[in-house]
């Protein structure tokens, strides 16, 4: 300080708090401060240590900002990267944050949700859901909710929801977590679907050769006897009634031994399109009774896949015949074929009755039906229940899949993918191209 010449030594307080030393020298006259003098210097420093400590809040608080904003990017990162849909809503529950995954699962954009409430987004069922696990307040898990979209879309979630608490532990809100697990649901199915048809086929072989021997019995005694009586004899009737059972019966017998027989017959390069008309061509003239109009919509230039013709064919014809029984009072049949995805996708889809949603999962099930029975004519001509169960275990063996949308009232649509075969095809695929490249058509 003596270097610099420095004489006086002023404190910088703000609340009695020095946050500076202000140093003066002389006057340019060389001559010491005067009382006066010191004392404005006094009162500068005062305004001098508030503009000083003014700046370093400044300073701290855009650090805190830059901090703050760091954070919050953060946050919303992890938020926005969860593979998991992230709900935020108030009291009233308005949803105050709506993530990515949120808009992907609901095919709603944030914009257009952020301020309304929670079960006006979600659906009437969800809220309802929603309302009954919030009431019991803390952490509620719900699992495998049914979330119903857009049009006949349905997802499956498991739902967790918590209190949103502040610092002050005061509830501000509501955090509500969906998961989608649709495909793992349906995984389940299969699963479940597959280990039921395994158990049932080995049943059913076993049953089926039992049966055979004493319905062919039956059937031969039944015949010797009509044989024997006139054909006035009231009898007659009676045993016309046991013949036609014991063929039905054979024919459940036989439809029980393909449920349960895999493997067997000639597998090779299937032309899918072909085996759909010839089953098309099987059914017609039970399309035309029924008053059914054929929209055929088949690719082009398909590749084959690897089977078994004849046993696809058995899947289409069945397909196509549980179509009609849907549209008893006539109606719209669609057919379509296409590659999808080095696949080739099968579409089959009636205008009928549809299929109740609890219904849905249990239409591959062995013995069950939704048909009515018929006994108009004096006999029963409802559905045994094994038409869909041996189509499925005939898919399963042929290594695709097979799914269904309905709802009542609207409709059945069955999609079947096969794997398509792989190359060379080209001289197969010109060859069809050139000699029968099928396209739209209408039948009546």
């Known amino acids: 300080m003596a270097a610099i010449d420095v004489n006086y030594f002023v404190a910088c307080r703000v609340k009695q708090r020095v946050v500076a030393i202000l140093g003066l020298g002389k006057t340019r006259d060389g001559e010491y401060l005067t ?4 004392e404005l210097v006094q009162t500068l420093a005062g305004y001098l240590a508030v503009a000083m400590e003014n700046a370093r809040l400044y300073t701290s608080l855009q650090e805190q900002i ?5 954070l919050k990017d953060f946050n919303e990162n992890i938020v926005e990267s969860v593979r998991v849909g992230v709900v935020a809503v108030d009291l009233a529950d308005r ?4 993530n990515a995954q ?3 699962l609901s095919a709603k954009p944030r914009g257009a949700v952020l301020g309304r409430e929670l079960g006006e987004v979600l659906g009437p069922e969800f809220a309802r859901e929603y309302a009954r696990a919030r009431q ?30 502040t610092r002050r532990f005061e509830v501000a809100g509501h955090i509500v977590l969906l998961d989608d697990v649709t495909a793992q649901v349906e995984m389940e199915q299969k699963l479940v679907q597959g280990e039921r048809l395994s158990s049932v086929g080995l049943l059913a072989a076993g049953v089926a050769h039992e049966v055979n021997t004493p319905l062919a019995v039956i059937s031969s005694y039944a015949q010797l006897l009509a044989k024997q009586i006139a054909p006035g004899d009231p009898r007659a009737h009676a045993l016309q009634k046991i013949t036609q059972q014991t063929v039905r019966a054979s024919e459940i017998v036989s439809n029980l031994l393909n449920f349960s027989r895999t493997g067997g017959g000639e597998w090779g390069a299937v032309d899918v399109n072909r085996v759909l008309e010839d089953a098309l061509n099987l059914a017609e003239h039970a399309l035309q009774d029924s008053r059914i109009v054929v929209q055929a919509d088949l690719g082009a230039a398909l590749p084959p896949v690897t089977g078994n013709a004849g046993k ?25 074929t296409r590659e999808l995805d080095e696949q080739l996708e099968i579409e089959v889809s009636d205008t009928g009755t549809g299929i109740a949603p609890e219904l849905q999962a249990r239409i591959f099930d062995p013995f069950f039906t939704t048909k009515q029975a018929d006994r108009s004519q004096g006999h029963i001509s409802s559905g045994t229940g094994l038409g869909l169960s041996v189509s499925y275990g005939i898919i399963q063996e042929h290594g695709g899949a097979i799914e269904v949308r309905s709802a009542p009232g609207q409709g059945a649509q069955f999609r079947l993918r096969f794997p ?6 080209g001289v197969v695929r010109r060859r069809r191209a050139a000699d029968d490249a099928p396209g739209t058509a209408v039948r009546a």
Not at 151 to 161: F, K, T
Not at 420 to 425: D, G, H, S, T
């Open 136 to 165: 019991s307040g803390g952490i509620r898990n719900l699992y495998k909710l049914p979330l119903r979209l857009t049009g006949a879309e349905q997802r499956i979630v498991n739902v967790a929801m918590a209190p949103l608490v």
């Open 102 to 104: 949120m808009e992907v």
């Open 35 to 38: 009382s006066e003098d010191l």
């Open 420 to 425: 398509a075969q792989v190359e060379p095809l």
């Open 312 to 336: 696809l064919q058995q899947v289409f014809l069945n397909l196509i015949l549980n179509a009609r029984d849907a549209m008893p009072h006539g109606g719209r049949l669609r057919l379509a």
């Open 95 to 98: 949803i105050e944050s709506w």
């Open 66 to 70: 830059r901090e703050f904003e760091r």
